[in-house]
Structures are given as structure tokens and as C-alpha cells.
């Protein structure tokens, strides 16, 4: 079965330092796994994607995330925050027939300046 | 290039009534697939619709029905609305690859917003 968890329903950062958004994901198959990021009343813009090959795959807007299999894991990061970075992030998973996506709960991202 | 549009934008429906939400996938897609996201949660995959048929669908009741036309565009329709349908309606094209296999990750609409009252 293909799921995804999120941990912190609420991140906040200050600008400039670490941003980190966890994403655990369980999958029947290979996963291809995805970031999505959510600005208020706005639909979702794909941040980055992992298919096949490289595990630390970058993204726009600075951001990247590292697929560790032993883990599960798909966190995605960016070096130093910016206040246009806050929204809400959504990590998803394909399912096995390819045709869904999983998503998981979503991160709040709060950057303080 | 004009990405996914939806209309639209905003909807307030009473319940038991019904509705229609619609759906321009961007140039050059040709698969359209909805998803409901409820308040505070992650969107939920409702169906996908390719070549004019419904390929796969979520755990949603059959008041739920689309359509696509053969310009790719769809149409999302709710029967006898439930106040527990007020949700934001994303719809998400693709392009279908190899094998029935999408190979590239949703451009998604900016979404209908439905209230039941």
C-alpha cells in the first residue's frame, strides 16, 4: 500500500538558517516520489521530483531532497530560508499503477524574519 | 503558455443541490486527473480520466462523476451535495506515457472552491 507521513504539521525557521521538511513514505513498488509546495488560495507547484538514478535531487527555489530506501525517507531542505518560502509543502508518492498520487498531510512552513 | 485553468474559482452550493466544476488542461496534456482537499489536509485522489474514459478512481461515492471531452478538457459533477463536500477541487493534467504510464509529475489547476451550506 502506498502512504505517506509527514512529521510537523507547523515548521517555523528564521530567515536565513535550515530549512527541513520530513517525508516518510511507504510503497508496494519503487517509489517515485515528489515535493509540491501550496501558496495561500493557490493550486500546487512541483518543487522537485525523484524517479530513478541520482537519490539527492534538487529542485527550484534552492530546494532538494535526498531519497534514502533504508529509511524510507524523502526530506526535502534548502540551505537558508527566505520569507518568500513560507507555504505549505506537500509530499506525495505515485502509486503502482502510476495513475495516483499519494499525498501526505502538509508541512506549514512559518519563516520569521 | 497557459497552464491548467479551472472554473470557477469560487462556488457556494446548498445541500442536495448539484454541481459542475471544469477543467483546461495545460498544452500539449492529455490526461486530467481531480483531487479533493479538504481543510488542513493533503489532496485525495477522486479519478483520472484518458482518452475520454474514467482509468482509475478513489475511494469516492458514484455521486462523484466526471467527463473529458475530446478537446482534453473535463468536467467534475457532485450530486446531492453533503456539507462534507465543501473542499478546494484541484484538477491535475499530464501527458500519458509509455504503457499507460504517466511519466511526468501533475501541473495542477489553482483549484474551485466549494462551500455547502
Known amino acids: 500500500a502506498q502512504s505517506v507521513t509527514q512529521l510537523g504539521s507547523h515548521v517555523s525557521v528564521s530567515e536565513g538558517a535550515l530549512v527541513l521538511l520530513r517525508c516518510n513514505y511507504s510503497?508496494?513498488?519503487?517509489?517515485?516520489l515528489f515535493w509540491y509546495v501550496q501558496y495561500p488560495n493557490q493550486g500546487l507547484q512541483l518543487l522537485l521530483k525523484y524517479t530513478t538514478g541520482a537519490t539527492l535531487v534538487k529542485g527550484i527555489n534552492g530546494f532538494e531532497a535526498e531519497f534514502k530506501k533504508s529509511e524510507t525517507s524523502f526530506h526535502l531542505t534548502k540551505p537558508s530560508a527566505h520569507m518568500s518560502d513560507a507555504a505549505e509543502y506537500f509530499c506525495a508518492v505515485r502509486g503502482p499503477d502510476f495513475n495516483k498520487f499519494y499525498f501526505g498531510s502538509g508541512t506549514k512552513l512559518n519563516v520569521k524574519p | 503558455d497557459a497552464g491548467v485553468t479551472q472554473s470557477p474559482t469560487h462556488l457556494i452550493k446548498t445541500r442536495g443541490q448539484q454541481v459542475t466544476l471544469r477543467c483546461s488542461p495545460k498544452s500539449g496534456h492529455d490526461t486530467v486527473s481531480w483531487y479533493q482537499q479538504a481543510l488542513g489536509q493533503g489532496p485525495q485522489f477522486i479519478f483520472q480520466y484518458y482518452e475520454e474514459e474514467e482509468r482509475q478512481r478513489g475511494n469516492f461515492p458514484d455521486r462523484f462523476s466526471g467527463h473529458q471531452f475530446p478537446n482534453y478538457s473535463s468536467e467534475l459533477n457532485v450530486n446531492a451535495l453533503l456539507l462534507g463536500d465543501s473542499a478546494l477541487y484541484l484538477c491535475?493534467?499530464?501527458?500519458?506515457?509509455?504503457?499507460?504510464?504517466?511519466?511526468?509529475?501533475?501541473?495542477f489547476g489553482s483549484g474551485t472552491r466549494l462551500t455547502v451550506v
Open positions: 510503497s508496494s513498488v519503487p517509489p517515485y
Open positions: 491535475a493534467s499530464s501527458s500519458m506515457g509509455t504503457g499507460g504510464k504517466v511519466d511526468y509529475g501533475y501541473t
